[in-house]
């Protein structure tokens, strides 16, 4: 069965041009771009080129771009750049909503000593800013802000705070991994130092990641060990997947140049419109004013989101949840509580996420099935009284 | 993705029973909303005193939805003795198996049936029984403790995985592992808070630490550290030898000398450097 795949913020699929690009660097051009010969420095002209590709997607110069192994070791290397560069200052600040990359790092750095504040969401998932502000202090090493939310894909105001954290000499991060190719992105016009960004959640492969660091910034490598990256992340160079991530940049800035993000958007609006219209004690989670065209987050209320994925998955039908019973914990998604969604409603949310793949077909399919999947789940619910009942809590 | 076995699958596809009898003999609820499942189960016997109809209604994933069908289908023509004997253990048998997190899924339908049976016999609702220990999942100890003795439990981990205790903010993974002993029949010792130290232990021990730890290998390099004055917890100190002239040394103080002296005296130490 060809899968219904709307989980393309997990994961893409790798665009046949990207391979097609990447597969020489296997067996044909296999040289180390290190080396003295023609031969290895043929594919240093080509990591050359693929990273000019990559600057000129996010507004950066070719320089100012490291090449890391994902999304993870690119947030992480910003981080503890930005602490190590400055050890007197003890103080991190962050969100509610980041993902476990930068999450899990700042909670395990507060448990070395470090003061990390986490800036609370309000019901619609923006950020309060007023809070951000008010708890920046002379001893911030750095604020780590995520552009795009990756459950919910609402979109913080990056171009501005980062002016402004920039404004008070604080180094300031953002993971980008979900916003970079969905939306246009001019590093030029925003106080951003460093970015963070992912291939395989823009059509190259997985294994392949990037960091910006604004010309400037201080800093000092994760990876230690040879020049490569002039000297800012040693190890040999993942060449093929730095030629896909590069061919990957260029067809997303083509993509965002086109009308394609908003196919994309009408897509997504349908899909949603429709379920909302469709099914009854239904909701979506998140700002939709502000949001990344691909993503819908949507709460069913009075199901459970694992039975949702299972059933739409003996159709085929590829998504996500923030439900606790997916994710091996107990709790529903961190995002979805910082929100404050009622149980009622996050246990039964299901993340949508579309790609530039996506076709109007497919979003049939799922319209074709899922009031039914929810129907018969909410029979099955306790909870769940019919027919202009109020359900009981 | 958990690795379902096919039976688990067919009950969660195919569900057997489900729906609410109207006029049951017996019904017992389980779990919440909250805390993402909940089961409510219903029974009728005939004239032998035997169950003659069970069905459930669950909210949850798919191991809760397969659980309670399984539990409908194994008490069927069971007296009620012989319905009180079923474990959790032979619902998750009956299913082929669950993936060791989702056990918990098991219990339910075991406590949704002792609920229903109670209910018939006119028990009176029991009250929480024991202590609440896990607050998030309001677990009890007395819950904590028989799942522990009915599956052979060891760790914690085993405890979250059948009951869910401890599945959320975690502080209660100490006391759980206090009952585990218990059953075990262990005894464990409670942590001792260590006493806060007087201002003279205090500089006594980071003096100690600086000569006996931290010196001697500042010394590999040619370099030392000399102890100016403690002031509350600032630990003020002096870089000598190469380290006075390394322009890393800032470095060393935090993340060597530092994490040292928090280590082996109290956390709450700040070094300081004073230059003289």
């Given at each position: 069965m060809t899968p219904i795949y709307l989980d393309n913020n997990a994961t893409t699929m790798v665009a046949p041009e990207v391979l097609e690009a990447m597969?020489?660097?296997?067996?044909?051009?296999?040289?180390?771009?290190?080396?003295?010969h023609s031969f290895g420095g043929n594919v240093a002209r080509n990591i050359q080129r693929a990273r000019e590709q990559v600057a000129s997607l996010i507004g950066?110069?070719?320089?100012e771009i490291i090449f890391t192994s994902c999304g993870t070791e690119s947030d992480g290397t910003a981080i503890r750049a930005a602490i190590e560069s400055d050890p007197d200052k003890r103080h991190i600040l962050t969100t509610r909503v980041e993902h476990p990359a930068v999450k899990n790092l700042c909670e395990s750095l507060a448990k070395k000593g470090y003061r990390v504040t986490f800036v609370p969401v309000d019901?619609?998932?923006?950020?309060d800013e007023a809070y951000l502000y008010k708890s920046l202090?002379?001893?911030?090493?750095i604020v780590s802000i995520m552009w795009?939310?990756?459950?919910?894909g609402v979109i913080f105001p990056i171009q501005q705070i980062s002016q402004a954290v920039r404004d008070r000499g604080i180094v300031f991060h953002t993971d980008a991994v979900q916003a970079v190719g969905k939306i246009p992105i001019d590093l030029?016009?925003?106080?951003?130092?460093m970015l963070s960004l992912s291939g395989h959640k823009l059509h190259a492969p997985k294994g392949i990641g990037a960091l910006y660091v604004r010309k400037g910034t201080k800093f000092s490598p994760?990876?230690?060990?040879?020049?490569?990256e002039k000297g800012r992340r040693g190890g040999t160079e993942n060449t093929a997947a730095i030629i896909g991530l590069g061919r990957a940049c260029e067809l997303a800035a083509a993509h965002l140049g086109g009308n394609g993000y908003h196919r994309i958007r009408q897509l997504r609006d349908r899909l949603e419109t429709t379920l909302l219209s469709q099914v009854p004690k239904t909701r979506v989670n998140g700002d939709t004013d502000r949001?990344?065209?691909?993503?819908a987050s949507i709460a069913f209320e009075y199901v459970e989101g694992e039975a949702i994925l299972l059933m739409m998955n003996e159709f085929g039908i590829c998504a996500s949840s923030g439900s606790a019973c997916t994710s091996g914990s107990?709790?529903?998604?961190h995002v979805l509580r910082a929100m404050g969604v009622p149980f009622t409603a996050a246990h039964g949310s299901i993340r949508f996420s579309l790609s530039r793949y996506t076709t109007e077909a497919e979003i049939d399919a799922v319209l074709d099935k899922l009031p039914d999947i929810i129907a018969r789940l909410r029979e099955m619910s306790p909870f769940w009284k019919p027919a202009g009942q109020v359900p009981v809590q | 993705m958990w690795e379902y076995s096919d039976k688990v699958k067919d009950h969660f596809l195919n569900?057997?029973?489900?729906?609410?009898?109207?006029?049951?003999d017996g019904v017992g609820e389980v779990g919440s909303i909250a805390c993402g499942d909940a089961l409510t189960f219903y029974f009728k016997l005939d004239e032998n005193g035997r169950i003659r109809e069970a069905t459930f209604q669950t909210f949850g994933c798919a191991s809760a939805i397969a659980s309670s069908s399984a539990l409908t289908e194994m008490v069927k023509g069971l007296t009620l003795e012989e319905a009180r004997k079923i474990t959790n253990d032979d619902i998750a048998h009956y299913l082929g198996g669950l993936p060791k997190e989702k056990m918990h899924c098991s219990v339910m339908g075991r406590e949704a049936l002792e609920k229903a049976i109670a209910c018939y016999r006119g028990?009176?609702?029991?009250?929480?029984?024991?202590?609440?220990?896990?607050e998030c999942f309001g677990v009890t100890d007395r819950d904590i403790e028989r799942v522990v003795r009915e599956n052979h439990l060891t760790t914690v981990e085993d405890v979250t995985d059948y009951?869910?205790?401890?599945?959320?903010?975690?502080?209660?993974h100490d006391r759980i592992q206090e009952i585990i002993a218990g059953v075990k029949g262990i005894q464990i010792l409670p942590k001792k808070k260590p006493e806060p130290l007087t201002n003279l232990q205090k500089i006594k021990r980071i003096e100690e630490t600086i000569e006996r730890e931290i010196n001697p290998n500042l010394q590999k390099d040619a370099g030392r550290l000399e102890l100016v004055d403690v002031d509350g917890n600032r630990v003020l100190v002096r870089l000598g030898g190469t380290c006075a002239a390394c322009t890393k040394s800032h470095i060393t103080l935090k993340h060597y000398v530092e994490a040292k002296l928090r280590e082996m005296v109290t956390p709450e130490l700040v070094v300081e450097e004073v230059h003289s």
């Open positions: 597969l020489p660097y296997f067996s044909q051009f296999y040289g180390n771009p290190s080396s003295m950066a110069s070719p320089d019901a619609l998932g923006r950020l202090s002379d001893d911030t090493a795009a939310n990756n459950e919910t030029a016009r925003t106080g951003v130092d994760f990876m230690i060990g040879g020049h490569q949001r990344l065209p691909n993503t107990l709790e529903p998604s | 569900p057997r029973n489900v729906g609410v009898i109207q006029d049951a028990e009176p609702e029991k009250k929480v029984e024991g202590q609440i220990v896990c009951t869910k205790a401890g599945g959320g903010c975690g502080k209660c």
